[in-house]
């Protein structure tokens, strides 16, 4: 189910939401600075990752021991 779809289905993701599944979707470069993530070019804070993590948007892994932010909401 891509984002809009799930929009339209009656979850509305916030503009901080949308901006945060952008990110994770276009920027390779990842890391984990403490609680927060740096996407790219963007901090994302914890509470919006757990929050798309619930709506099952994103996923937390782990490649080569390094955690890493995966897009999975076209998966469902």
């Excluded at 994770?24 to 929050?51: A, M, P």
Aim: proline share 1%; glycine share 6%; hydrophobic share 35%.
């Amino acid at each position: 189910m891509s984002i809009e779809s799930k929009e339209k289905a009656g979850i509305a993701l916030t503009r901080t939401q949308r901006d945060a599944v952008t990110a994770i979707r276009h920027f390779r470069r990842q890391r984990k600075v403490g609680s927060t993530w740096l996407v790219g070019d963007r901090r994302l804070s914890r509470r919006v990752i757990s929050d798309l993590e619930r709506l099952r948007l994103v996923r937390e892994e782990s490649a080569a021991g390094t955690p890493v932010l995966t897009y999975i909401g076209s998966l469902e």
